[in-house]
């Protein structure tokens, strides 16, 4: 079934949302507060409009992928006036605990159907419809998007209740942190000790120790190559609200600590925009 979704923010992850549901044949309608970041959209057939309230008018679904809560909740002041009777708010930005809920009360005063549903994936499979999409909220309302969210990704998890869904990408990026601060040790590691770091890389590759992953990051290190899927900025933004979650949930918090010094000693040495592999600059004894 076709349906009409508006998408909120077409930066790296939204442009490819946007384009894997024109390419199911659904009508989308973009916007971004830098217009100029939505308009190559429209060469794949999107309509790129001004304002939020005018992609979201007539809309079946709203996406948002914003970068952070606040964002969110200005983007959304503006456009949920517009929203029809039947539209449903999916709200699939990384917001932590508080931000989700509240966005969830942002809909609730609005008296706009909400689902919290964050994505797992980066700017690849963004593109290629290939992320995971932790829905929660009211099964009926999945139920009435599912074709849409079938275009975003490749499959979708039911959670449970809004909220459950952005509590479970905290801890699916608390370990995504993990791994490629993992990585970025181990690569800086064997630099400093005189080796190759691509022999770490083919030692663990196929073994039980190894991941797509942590070769894909291990690759972009040892090349130099941080064109971003994954910026480091957005990797700090969002360890931080997973020590936020882990503070009031009582979870030992000293790795995340550690992940998120690292990460902010590459964003403060200006590589906040790269991609997070350029996190390998915090662990050299050398920065570079």
């Known amino acids: 079934m076709s349906m009409t979704v508006a998408v909120l923010g077409t930066g790296l992850m939204g442009s490819g949302m946007a384009r894997s549901l024109l390419?199911?044949?659904?009508t989308v309608r973009a916007w971004n507060r830098t217009r100029d970041k939505a308009d190559p959209l429209a060469d794949d057939g999107a309509t790129v409009v001004d304002t939020a309230a005018e992609a979201v008018d007539g809309a079946d679904a709203v996406i948002t992928m914003?970068?952070?809560?606040?964002?969110?909740?200005?983007t959304m002041s503006d456009a949920l006036p517009h929203f029809g009777g039947d539209t449903v708010w999916v709200q699939t930005s990384t917001v932590g605990v508080d931000g989700i809920e509240k966005l969830a009360r942002?809909?609730?005063?609005?008296?706009?159907?909400?689902?919290?549903?964050?994505?797992?994936?980066?700017?690849?499979?963004?593109?290629?419809?290939?992320l995971v999409v932790l829905a929660s909220g009211e099964k009926d309302l999945v139920e009435r998007v599912?074709?849409?969210l079938d275009a975003i990704g490749q499959k979708?998890?039911?959670?449970?209740?809004?909220?459950?869904?952005?509590?479970?990408?905290?801890?699916?990026?608390?370990?995504?942190?993990?791994?490629?601060?993992?990585?970025?040790?181990?690569?800086a590691l064997a630099g400093d000790l005189g080796l190759d770091p691509q022999l770490f890389l083919d030692t663990?590759?196929?073994?039980?120790?190894?991941s797509p992953y942590a070769q894909l990051k291990g690759k972009g290190m040892v090349e130099g190559d941080f064109e971003p899927s994954f910026a480091v900025d957005g990797v700090l933004k969002d360890?931080?609200?997973?020590?936020?979650?882990?503070?009031?949930?009582?979870?030992?918090?000293?790795?995340?600590a550690m992940l998120a010094d690292r990460l902010s000693t590459a964003d403060r040495a200006g590589h906040g925009a790269e991609d997070t592999a350029a996190v390998v600059h915090a662990y050299r004894a050398h920065r570079d």
């Not at 663990?204 to 190894?210: E, R």
């Open 23 to 26: 390419r199911e044949g659904h």
């Open 66 to 74: 914003l970068f952070d809560a606040d964002a969110v909740a200005a």
């Open 106 to 130: 942002q809909a609730s005063d609005a008296g706009v159907a909400f689902l919290d549903a964050p994505v797992v994936g980066t700017k690849g499979p963004a593109e290629q419809g290939n």
């Open 146 to 148: 599912q074709p849409a």
């Open 156 to 187: 979708t998890v039911h959670a449970g209740d809004v909220g459950t869904g952005s509590r479970l990408k905290l801890v699916v990026n608390a370990w995504l942190s993990t791994v490629v601060g993992g990585v970025a040790q181990s690569i």
């Open 204 to 210: 663990i590759d196929g073994q039980a120790l190894d």
């Open 239 to 256: 360890t931080h609200l997973i020590l936020d979650a882990a503070h009031s949930s009582g979870t030992f918090t000293g790795l995340l």
